[in-house]
C-alpha cells in the first residue's frame, strides 16, 4: 500500500517539476536571446530592413520603382477615381452619420 503510494506521489511531483522545468526553460531562453548576440542570418535580415527603410525615407516612396511603376500607378489611381467618385485617395474616408430624426407622436 505504501509502495503504490510513493508511486503517486512521485507521478505527481515528476509532473509538477516537469511543468516548472518547462516554463523556467522558455522563460531563460527568452533572456538568453536577448542578451546575446543575433545569430548571422539574423543580423543579415535586420541589416537589410534597416537599409531599405533608409532608402524609403530617402526616396519617399517605394525604392527603385521606375518610370514604368510610377506611370501604372497613376493609371490605376486615375481609375479608382474614375470609379468612385474622385477624391484623396490617399486619406482615409470621413463618414457622418447623422441622427436620426424620432416622431414623438407615434406610439
Known sequence: ?????????SSVLRS???????????????????????????????????DYNSKSKAAGGIVDAGPAY??????EVAKLQRLYGGGD????????FPEPKLDEGAK
Open 16 to 50: 509538477a517539476l516537469s511543468l516548472t522545468l518547462r516554463r523556467n526553460i522558455g522563460i531563460s531562453a527568452v533572456v538568453f536571446n536577448k542578451a546575446k548576440e543575433l545569430d548571422p542570418v539574423q543580423k543579415l535580415f535586420l541589416d537589410k530592413i534597416r
Open 1 to 9: 500500500m505504501s509502495l503504490h503510494r510513493l508511486f503517486q506521489l
Open 70 to 75: 510610377q506611370k501604372n500607378m497613376s493609371d
Open 89 to 96: 485617395l490617399t486619406k482615409f474616408p470621413d463618414f457622418k
